[in-house]
C-alpha cells in the first residue's frame, strides 16, 4: 500500500472517530432528559436492567462487523454502565467467596470501568450492603452453589429486602473467561420484565413438601417451571424453602400464583417474588 493510499485511510478513521464522538456526546446528552423524565419515580438508583438488556439484545441481532459480540456487547455496557452513574450515582458489592476474581471481572465487564466497587468475601457483608444503601448493588454467586443459602434471606420479603434484578454474565465469553463463573444481580429495585426472563419464586411451608409435588402443582397452574432446590429447616418447627425456576416474567399479582398457593393447601406460609433476571446470551 503506498503511503499515499495509507494517509487517506488514516484521515478517513479520524473522520470516523470525530463523528462517532458526536453521535456518542448526543446519546450521552439524552441522560439530562431521561432522568428528568424518571425523577418521580421514586427509585434510588436509574439501573433498569430489563431495558439494558433489550438494548444489548437489539445491538448484538444488528451489529455485523468482523469484531467479535463480546466487544460490542463490552462497548455497550461501558456506556450503558457510566450513563446509568451519570443519572445517579451508584456502587456495586461483590462476593468472591473462594477469593475469585472472577466475580470481579464479570462485575467490571457488565458495570464498565468508572462504576466504584467492593470485594467481600462473605454474602452477609453483601447483602447487608444492599439492604442498608439503595443506591448499592449487590453480586452474589449462583444460587446453586452448595454453600450459598444468600437467597433464603431474600426469601424473608417486605421493604428493604433486595430483589434479583439481572444474571451475569449477560453474554458469554468463551475466550476471555478463565473460570465458568455465574452471578446474580440484587438490588432494593423492582425487577422489570426484558422480554425473555426468567422469575424465581421461594415457596415457604410448614412440613416437606417434595419436588415432584411442587413440580406438579406448578404445572397445573400452567407456570411450567421447576423446583431448583429445596432446603430444609435449620431449626426443629423451623419453615422448609423451595426455590422455583420460572422460564417467565412472574407479576405478583399473577392469578397463577394464587392458583398455586391453593394448590399447596394449609402447608403453605407464603410465596415470595425472589425477583427476575433476563435470559442472557450466546456469543
Ligand atoms: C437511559 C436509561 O437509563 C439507563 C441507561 C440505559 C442506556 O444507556 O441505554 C438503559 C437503561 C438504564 O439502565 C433508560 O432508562 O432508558
Known amino acids: 500500500m503506498t503511503n499515499i493510499k495509507l494517509k487517506e485511510l488514516r484521515a478517513e478513521i479520524d473522520r470516523l472517530d470525530a463523528e462517532l464522538l458526536s453521535v456518542l456526546e448526543k446519546r450521552i446528552a439524552i441522560v439530562g432528559d431521561i432522568a428528568a423524565a424518571k425523577s418521580d419515580d421514586g427509585k434510588a438508583i436509574a439501573f433498569r436492567p430489563g431495558r439494558e438488556a433489550s438494548v444489548l439484545r ?16 463490552a462497548i455497550w455496557r461501558e456506556l450503558i454502565a457510566a450513563v446509568g452513574g451519570l443519572q445517579k450515582p451508584y456502587s456495586v458489592s461483590i462476593t468472591a467467596p473462594d477469593k475469585s476474581v472472577g466475580y470481579w471481572d464479570l462485575a467490571r465487564f457488565h458495570f464498565g470501568s468508572a462504576t466504584p466497587m467492593t470485594l467481600h468475601q ?108 429445596s432446603r430444609s429447616p435449620a431449626i426443629e418447627e423451623g419453615d422448609w424453602l423451595h426455590l422455583l425456576e420460572i422460564p417467565e416474567f412472574i407479576a405478583e399479582d399473577d392469578p397463577r400464583l394464587s392458583a398455586f398457593h391453593e394448590l399447596l393447601g394449609e402447608n403453605v406460609i407464603k410465596i415470595v417474588i425472589l425477583g427476575a433476571y433476563a435470559v442472557p446470551m450466546k456469543s
Do not use: M
Not at 437489539?58 to 456487547?73: C, E, G, Q, R, Y
Open 122 to 229: 462473605l454474602p452477609s457483608v453483601v447483602l447487608r450492603d444492599v439492604s442498608e444503601n439503595p443506591s448499592v448493588l449487590g453480586v452474589l454467586p449462583w444460587l446453586s452453589r452448595e454453600r450459598d443459602t444468600w437467597w433464603e434471606h431474600l426469601a424473608q420479603g417486605g421493604d428493604n429486602v433486595p430483589k434479583i434484578l439481572a444474571a451475569l454474565p449477560f453474554l458469554d465469553n468463551p475466550s476471555g473467561e478463565f473460570e465458568d463463573l455465574n452471578s446474580l444481580v440484587i438490588g432494593q429495585a423492582e425487577p422489570e420484565p426484558s422480554g425473555d426472563d426468567i422469575s424465581l419464586i421461594v415457596a415457604v411451608t410448614s412440613a416437606e413438601v417434595s419436588r415432584a409435588r411442587l413440580n406438579e402443582h406448578l404445572e397445573t397452574t400452567g407456570l411450567n417451571g421447576f423446583c431448583a432446590d
Open 58 to 73: 437489539n445491538i448484538l441481532h444488528k451489529h455485523s462487523s468482523k469484531l467479535p459480540d463480546t466487544v460490542i456487547a
